[in-house]
């Protein structure tokens, strides 16, 4: 064997007992608890929506939060508009005044501030319930059990803040490309939640106590970098020694439309890369680390065989069997939280993947990417 081959099998060993672990955690994983007959919600929820120019897709945020089969008097939704340049305000506050719903609106502009941690750190000082959700305000939902799930999720654990799903949506082969990326990293992150090793969030569909937000202070000394409100927030919360709990229950998902284009997407996850040098998580650093070295290996490994036929048969078994080991964690994620990824663009995916890994690791370091017209800074 050449360096190249020992160096490449032990990457490849290290990355089989990583992905073991949420395989095994999602094989032996209970049925879903989705016993909600004899829940009566007693906890008040404030549902807090951060937005800028979102006025093409607010209505269904709302719709689905409106027409949930929970009781109004314990629920109120917290608008705040992030300098919007569009009519995004107007858009939302007429619906749910048609709604007659329990809402509060807060202009980020009004107060001379910006950004998404502001807005949610204003909505939070705003909300009048003890447990806060957010949303995006690109997400929707499928169940009308939604906002229910999470609120007995909340009461049968007891937990400071609760994960609860994102599901990307799509038809595209870029958009199944995101898909497959997503449903992976989200049964990662909950299988390693599960196993009380937090390193992964979105805050697209969080929960947790307003008390324990007010006590951990999640953005007092990030504010200045743009990005990243959902890690800082876990990353706090994993300091004060709060309890963090995820869950799997498919009425907990909300769904958000994938990113149409290539340019789209990589911009995005160029921003999202951008936060990852100012999170001191250890754990999210090393699984960031693997994954790169292994995808940047078996690129390298892939290069090279091409030039020498002595590395080649090795080169195809490695390529294979990570082929093979990520598809089945997939394909177990996909069960769990009941999904239908397209798995006929899985192949292409996968090729896709060796070099999508470690350019955005790399272009990170020196691109920073754009958001709503504003750049990234970090």
Known sequence: MTWLDIVVFAVLSIYTLFILIPIFVLLFEKKEDNDLLGFIPKEKISIIIPFRNEAD????????????????????????????????????????????????????????????????????????????ITRDADTYTKSNM???????????????????????????????????????????GY????????????????????????????YQDNKNIASGDDMF??????MEGFSIVPSKNSN???????????????????RWASKAKNLTLKSSWSIAGLLFLTNILLLVYF?????????????????????????LLLF???????????FVLYIPAFILNLFYVPFVTMASISIKPSWKGRKISG
């Open 233 to 238: 927030l876990l990353q706090s919360f994993i």
């Open 191 to 218: 299988a390693f939640a599960k196993l009380k090793l937090p390193f992964v969030c979105s805050g697209a569909n969080l929960a947790y106590k307003r008390e324990s937000f007010l006590k951990a202070k999640p």
């Open 146 to 188: 939604w906002l229910k799930s999470v609120a007995y999720q909340c009461h049968k654990s007891n937990a400071d803040l609760l994960l609860a799903p994102v599901i990307l949506s799509g038809t595209s082969f870029i958009q199944a490309f995101q898909q497959f990326e997503n449903i992976a990293i989200t049964s990662i």
């Open 332 to 342: 177990l994620a996909a069960i769990m939280f009941k999904q239908k990824p397209n």
């Open 57 to 132: 897709v607010i209505l269904n945020c709302l719709k689905g939060i409106t027409e949930q089969d929970f009781p109004e008097e314990l629920k109120e939704i917290i608008l705040v508009d992030d300098n919007s340049e569009d009519n995004t305000m107007q858009v939302a506050e007429s619906f749910l005044k048609e709604k007659q719903a329990t809402y509060k609106l807060i202009n980020l502009k009004e107060h001379n501030l910006s950004g998404k941690k502001m807005a949610i750190e204003q909505g939070v000082s705003w909300a009048s319930r003890s447990i806060i």
């Open 303 to 327: 290069i090279s065989g091409l030039f020498s036929s002595a590395n080649s048969k090795f080169c195809l078994f490695a390529l294979l069997y990570k082929c093979i080991i990520d598809f």
């Open 252 to 270: 907990t998902i909300v769904y958000t439309e994938a990113e149409a284009s290539f340019k789209s997407f990589i911009n995005q996850r160029l």
